[in-house]
């Protein structure tokens, strides 16, 4: 998407709240498929884990202004800026625009074709003066192992050393570069049409340090752009939203792992679910549920590559024989697809805009939540029906879940939120287990494959009349978030979006209508209510950006079309400058949570593909 983004006068930063953190949503991505850097509209980079999107922060002032580390680059002048994507890529334009000229810097991370380059990770800042004459700062700050390890710095000729005892990274700079110590720095001035080329490595065996002459940073450049448009060629996507359904997808990809095929729920740590509280969450992972969604995003966009590859993540890293606390199934994995995801505070870390506690890891890992039963054979549903014809070990393999969740389906769980106050019968986990054994009925009748139909049509239908008898209220006319109790819940949007009911059945419209009166501000939907439904942890949070796609969803499906596309339309000026989303929206309109988050554009995707379909 070419938006734009209006810094105000100054050095950038004058925001409301604590001046030393941009917001959120004031900024944009960059990867190699292997791991991102954040960059903000001010020009600095201020969160990069090297050598993947798991691995500790060498960046993160994101965390702790102070402390985390960054890479500022930016004009050296008062000056304001617009950032935007180059068209169909994900090489990212800042523009700096000041008294005597027009700069900007090109952003962006070769992608390599797994040769040793790919363990470069290079990270190349192509600064350029467009219009008349500008001075550049630039400052080098590395705070290895989110800040917990000391480095040393060397120079040797035009290449910068900063080593620590895990990971060693080099600066190649086509100017000047000074070093304190422990930082580097560089001022320097550009005239029109100039370049200056900054690079940033990591050095690892077979990877040797070398520098990024201006013509090699050129190539660098056109091949990333390359390679960025031919992947989204293959989309099939013609409907009405192409730029913000491509953005969305181009977004997808940057969060694909390349060397397994894991799918992360988002780039980011511990960006807080409201300033000053405590919902800070480890996104770096594959949550199945996130991951197979994802699949079913872009599979409908026409991208089965990346469905094949996630699947081959399962076939290597899942092992169905060992069932733990939450089943057959953990609810995510590491993305080299390690069980073990510790939770852990840093508590040398400030948090953004002081939101304490950061946290890596996540103590999730070990919740049963059953509705990842039904999104994962879903995907596989979609993936053996517009990809490939899924292999016999892979039947086998979903008839083990199938069968795994006739048993177990009536048990109290976690539910897709997570909450840390204790299991309950939620409606949604009940809905999602309706859809896996559905669906593993689906394949065998379509492809004729052998099963025990008759024992999963028994638990199919019991968790139908399980739902309608005690998932729905009569007293508020819906159904809510869990059995016999009078709560509402957004997940419960999936009913129809999953066939579970008609989006016209009589029941579902009052939920929708109940829905609507409730959760739902401007089109922005909260995900339930704490305070009537405790959910063990402090404070209020914001409304949750997939839900709101969600209910978009909903009311095309109800035949409310212009309700349905005004809703879109609104989510869409809540997308920051390039059209990216974080996990929800504060009462502000900011963006709060983990960014960009993979299920927000997921979502998008599907609203967009369904209001198409309704509007003919």
Known sequence: MQADSTMPENDGHGHPGDPRYLPIGEHGLIGDLRTVALVGTNGTIDWYCCPRFDAPS?????????????????????????????????????????????????????????????????????????????????????????????????????????????????LTSSVPVEHDGRDASSRFVLREGE??????????????????????????????????RRWLSASRYRGRWREVVHRSALTLKLLTYAPTGGIIAAPTTSLPERIGGRRNWDYRYVWVRDAAFCVYALLRLGFTEEAE??????????????????????????????????????????????????????????????????????????????????????????????????????????????TRGGRRNFTYSRLMCWVAIER???????????????????????????????????????????????????????????????????????????????LVSDSLVYRYDPELSPDGLEGQEGTFSICSFWYVEALARAGHIDEARLAFEKMLTYANHLGLYAEQIAHTGEQLGNFPQAFTHLALISAAFNLDHALG
């Not at 040797?208 to 940073?217: D, I, K, Q, T």
């Not at 995510?332 to 946290?359: A, C, F, K, Q």
């Not at 309608?468 to 809510?480: C, D, I, K, P, T």
Request: with cysteine; hydrophobic share 40%; glycine share 8%.
């Open 440 to 518: 593993a009925m689906r394949v065998a009748l379509q492809r004729g494959l052998p099963a025990d139909i008759p024992r999963w049509r028994e638990s199919r239908d019991a968790i139908y009349r399980d739902i309608m008898r005690h998932g729905w209220s009569e007293r508020l006319q819906a159904f809510v978030q869990h059995f016999d109790d009078e709560v509402l819940d957004a997940a419960v949007l999936m009913m129809p979006l999953a066939k579970f009911v008609s989006p016209t059945d009589p029941k579902w419209l009052s939920t929708l209508d109940a829905l609507g009166d409730t």
């Open 195 to 228: 370049f200056a080329v900054f690079a940033l490595d990591q050095l690892s065996p077979g990877v040797e340090a070398r520098g990024c002459p201006l013509e090699e940073a050129e190539e660098l450049f056109t091949g990333t752009v390359g390679f960025w």
């Open 309 to 418: 590859a996630f699947m081959g993540f399962l076939d290597e890293h899942v092992r169905l024989e060992r069932p733990g606390p939450g089943g057959p199934l953990q609810i995510m994995y590491g993305i080299d697809g390690r069980n073990d995801l510790p939770e852990e505070e840093l508590p040398h870390l400030e948090g953004y805009r002081g939101s304490r506690p950061v946290r890596i890891g996540n103590a999730a890992v070990d919740q049963l939540q059953l509705d990842i039963y039904g999104a994962l054979i879903d995907s596989i549903y979609l993936y053996n029906k517009w990809g490939t014809p899924i292999s016999s070990r892979r039947w086998d393999e979903l008839c083990t879940l199938a069968d795994w969740v006739c048993d177990n389906w009536d048990q109290p769980d976690e539910g897709v939120w997570e």
């Open 58 to 170: 060498v960046f993160g002032s994101l965390l702790d202004a102070d402390r985390g580390g960054c890479f500022e680059l930016a004009a050296d002048v008062p000056y304001t800026t617009k950032q935007f994507y180059f068209p169909d890529t994900n090489v990212l334009i800042t523009r700096f625009f000041a008294d005597d000229g027009v700069g900007e810097i090109q952003d962006f991370m070769p992608v390599a074709d797994g040769d040793s380059e790919s363990d470069r990770h290079r990270l190349i800042r192509r600064v350029t003066c467009v219009r008349g004459t500008l001075p550049f700062r630039a400052l080098v700050a590395p705070r290895f192992d989110y800040a917990r390890r000391p480095h040393t710095i060397t120079q040797d000729g035009e290449l910068t050393f900063f080593e620590s005892p895990q990971l060693t990274l080099v």
